[in-house]
């Protein structure tokens, strides 16, 4: 992994999401971009003219740049984690377009492996503009939902039906040293599998290409897999979900809720992976 390009956007708190992602780039051994997709506002007292308290009164100024943020996240990280083997490096990309041709051009132009963004909701995501730059992604997106934070991404659910998982994806998900729960649910109209065969399934077709010690199986069936899938992301404290973009509608799937109907896995990170024309 080379370079992990940060789409800074005002909604979701620029300052929040270029933290999460330097412990992403922490993990993961890569180096930050930082771009400014929209402009930071910042609040500052107004002086009052005659002496006047200003105390109460703000005005909005847009005086943070992307340089000054990258400044700001870099000073206090560093120093919490100057004894740490690898310390994300963070540059700053600026542009006037924002679409995703441009997104897509950023990345090819940067050796970008990875973009992270930030959404207030992720049931936004169904009505979002962000959702054409994910669509048209050739790397993995990840996007992260307001008020979330962690300290390391040690648990991933790859939510997926094992028949057709994806090799490629679990040797990505390797690159974060944690536990990979490959979560079976079964694609629309076609049947559930037992567990004896789900775990024969994930050896023979995925663990034993894979070589990793820290693959584990769960297999969600019968009618109740939503909260089957909720006691998953409780049980395995799982700090993000991963899914394959445009494959067998999982992710149409994942964000079927509404703001009445939103389940706790709606409150993690989500990896979408592009397919089928991921670079790698």
Known sequence: MNNILVLINLSAGAERIAKLSLKVAQQLSANVLLCNVFELPVRTPLVLAGGGDATDHFED??????????????????????????????????TTVFNSDKI??????????MI??????????????????????????????????FSTFDSTAYLTDLRYCDVAVVNFLKKFNSKIFVTHVSSSGIPDIE???????????????????KLFL?????????????TVTNTAAIKF??????????????LSDTSTTRRNYHN?????????????
């Open 104 to 113: 897509k051009s950023l990345v090819a132009e940067n050796h970008v492996n």
């Open 268 to 280: 993690v990170p989500l990896m979408i992976i592009p397919y089928p024309n991921w670079r790698q």
């Open 195 to 213: 567990d004896c065969y789900a775990q024969n399934l994930l050896t023979d077709a995925v663990a034993n290409k894979v070589g990793y010690n």
């Open 61 to 94: 100024k847009l005086y943070l740049s992307i340089e000054e943020l990258a400044d700001k996240v870099k000073t206090h990280y560093y120093y919490e984690h100057r004894n740490e083997a690898h310390q994300p490096k963070i540059n700053c990309l600026h």
């Open 116 to 149: 992270v963004t930030g959404i207030p909701d992720l049931l936004e995501l169904n009505t979002s503009g962000l959702l054409s730059i994910i669509n048209n992604a050739d790397c993995p997106v990840l996007v992260i939902p307001e008020n979330v934070n």
């Open 241 to 254: 979900f991963t899914i394959v973009n445009h494959k067998h509608y999982v992710l149409e799937r994942f």
């Open 218 to 230: 769960r297999n969600i069936k019968g009618t109740n897999r939503k909260r089957d899938l909720e």
